[in-house]
C-alpha cells in the first residue's frame, strides 16, 4: 500500500521525509509517467477483429413508416486495418455469424484467427483463460478452418484496430447518411458499402499509403483461399439423450443412432434437410429431416 511506500521512506529519511498526503499526490504524478501501453505488430492476415458499432442505424417501415433500428457490424484485419461494415437486423447468431462470412468475402480470403468482442452470439462464457465459443460460431469457424479468439471482456485494448475502424465507420461513412431515408437494409447496405471505398482509401496521416494499398501489400497476400462451399447456418441441440430404443428426440421427431450409444448424450445438428448426430464430435448418424 501507498501508507507502507510512505512508512518504509520515512525510515530511510527521518528527519527530511515529505508528508504522507505530499508523498501520495507525487506518488500519483510517477505513477502517470510511468503507465506503459505496449504496441502490438500484427503479422499479416493472421487476425480479424469484429465488433458492433455502439451507434445504431435505422430504416423505415415502407407500410408503416415506422423507424426499425439496425446494427453495424464491422471487422478489420490486423496488419492493414482494411475495413468492413454493414447493417443487420439484429445480433443474434444468424446474423453474426452471416456478417461474418461476408466480411470474409469482402477481404477476398481467411485470416487463421477471428477476434470478436464477447458478444453472446459468438461466445457462450467469457473467460480470461477458456473461454466457450458458442457451438453454431464454432461450427462456422471450423467450416473456414479458422481458430476463434475472444478478447477479454471490458478489455478494448485487445482489440485495437476494430475500435478504431467502429470510429471511422460512426464518422466517415454514418454520419454522411445522417440525412438519408432507407427502406430496406439492402438499400442501406449499398449505400454503405459505396462509403467504404471512400473509407478505406483515405490516406493515413502518419503513414504513408492507405488502408487499401496496406491491404494490398500486407494482409491480402497473406490471406488463405475461401472453400469452394459457403457454410450453411445450422440448429444445434446439445446434451440429447439417447432414449433405451436408441433415438433421439429433435423438434418432435426422433432419429436412430447406434444403439452402442444408448443412456449417453450426443449432440444433433440440422443445416437444411440434413439431420447429424454426434457423439465426442464424431459423426455417427445422418438423416433426412422428418417433415
Same mark, same amino acid.
Given at each position: 500500500t501507498r501508507e507502507l511506500l510512505w512508512k518504509e521512506y520515512v525510515d530511510l529519511f527521518p528527519? @527530511?521525509?515529505?508528508?504522507?498526503? %505530499?508523498?501520495? &499526490? *507525487?506518488? +500519483?504524478?510517477?505513477?502517470?509517467?510511468?503507465?506503459? @501501453?505496449?504496441?502490438?505488430? %500484427?503479422? =499479416?492476415?493472421e487476425k480479424m477483429f469484429m465488433d458492433y458499432s455502439g451507434v445504431r442505424w435505422h430504416i423505415i417501415d415502407k407500410n408503416t413508416g415506422e423507424a426499425i433500428d439496425v446494427e453495424i457490424f464491422v471487422a478489420a484485419l490486423g496488419a492493414s486495418g482494411y475495413t468492413f461494415a454493414e447493417a443487420s437486423l439484429d445480433q443474434t447468431k444468424p446474423s453474426v455469424i452471416t456478417s461474418t462470412i461476408h466480411a470474409f468475402e469482402y477481404f477476398g480470403g481467411l485470416t487463421e484467427l477471428i477476434v470478436p468482442d464477447n458478444m453472446k452470439t459468438a461466445v457462450t462464457k467469457a473467460d480470461k483463460y477458456e473461454p466457450v465459443i458458442n457451438d453454431t460460431f464454432q461450427d462456422m469457424a471450423?467450416?473456414?478452418g479458422v481458430l476463434v479468439l475472444p478478447a477479454r471482456p471490458y478489455r478494448a485494448k485487445d482489440k485495437p484496430k476494430v475500435e478504431l475502424s467502429v470510429k471511422l465507420v460512426q464518422r466517415w461513412i454514418l454520419a454522411r447518411l445522417r440525412n438519408r431515408r432507407f427502406?430496406?437494409? $439492402?438499400? /442501406? &447496405?449499398?449505400a454503405i458499402a459505396a462509403l467504404l471505398i471512400d /473509407? &478505406? &482509401? +483515405?490516406?493515413?496521416?502518419? /503513414?504513408?499509403?492507405?488502408?487499401?494499398?496496406?491491404?494490398?501489400?500486407?494482409? $491480402?497476400? =497473406? *490471406? +488463405?483461399?475461401?472453400?469452394l462451399q459457403r457454410y450453411a447456418i445450422g440448429r444445434w441441440k446439445t446434451g440429447a439423450k439417447v432414449n433405451i430404443d436408441y433415438h433421439v428426440e429433435f423438434e418432435g421427431h426422433y432419429y436412430s443412432v447406434p %444403439? +452402442? *450409444?444408448?443412456?449417453?448424450?450426443?449432440?444433433?445438428?440440422? @443445416?437444411?434437410?440434413? /439431420?447429424?448426430?454426434?457423439a465426442s464430435n464424431q459423426r455417427v448418424a445422418g438423416h433426412a429431416v422428418s417433415a
Open positions: 528527519d @527530511t521525509h515529505y508528508g504522507y498526503t %505530499h508523498f501520495c &499526490n *507525487l506518488y +500519483r504524478a510517477w505513477k502517470k509517467r510511468v503507465s506503459i @501501453t505496449m504496441r502490438v505488430s %500484427h503479422k =499479416a492476415g471450423d467450416h473456414y427502406f430496406s437494409l $439492402a438499400e /442501406l &447496405n449499398a /473509407l &478505406n &482509401n +483515405r490516406p493515413f496521416k502518419k /503513414l504513408p499509403g492507405c488502408r487499401r494499398s496496406a491491404f494490398e501489400s500486407l494482409d $491480402a497476400p =497473406a *490471406l +488463405r483461399p475461401m472453400p %444403439h +452402442r *450409444l444408448v443412456g449417453t448424450k450426443i449432440d444433433v445438428r440440422v @443445416t437444411g434437410q440434413l /439431420l447429424e448426430c454426434f
